[in-house]
């Protein structure tokens, strides 16, 4: 199972941090990050660790602004955003699955985030 959390709305330059609780299964044997959803727009892997963690992808549109992180103590993943902008406004998600193909396996519920002044 895969729990975000951290959403929310900011004004555009603000930062936020998502969490994803993992439980059931490690996830440091699976590739897992986040993907977002905007209304009227393509779904889009924003950014993930490789299976072992070994290496990141960022999305072209974040790159700079977002770091992903993870405590596998807690087996949880967190995406740092900031400068966020209102491109950024969408639902996401945690998945695990290779991000940079858009290509997932299991996903939880999402997060709204909203930019916006």
């Known amino acids: 199972q895969l729990q975000a959390s951290g959403g929310g709305s900011v004004q555009p330059g603000g930062s936020l941090r998502l969490s994803c609780a993992a439980s059931?299964?490690?996830?440091?044997?699976?590739?897992i990050g986040w993907f977002r959803q905007a209304p009227g727009k393509a779904r889009e892997g924003v950014s993930c660790?490789?299976?072992?963690?070994?290496?990141?992808y960022y999305a072209d549109s974040v790159k700079g602004r977002f770091t992903i992180s993870r405590d596998n103590a807690k087996n949880t993943v967190y995406l740092q955003m900031n400068s966020l902008k209102p491109d950024d406004t969408a639902v996401y998600y945690c998945?695990?699955?290779?991000?940079?193909?858009?290509?997932?396996?299991?996903w939880g519920q999402g997060t709204l985030v909203t930019v916006s002044s």
């Open positions: 998945a695990t699955g290779p991000c940079w193909l858009d290509e997932y396996d299991y």
């Open positions: 059931g299964f490690t996830p440091d044997y699976y590739a």
């Open positions: 660790f490789s299976a072992g963690g070994g290496s990141t």
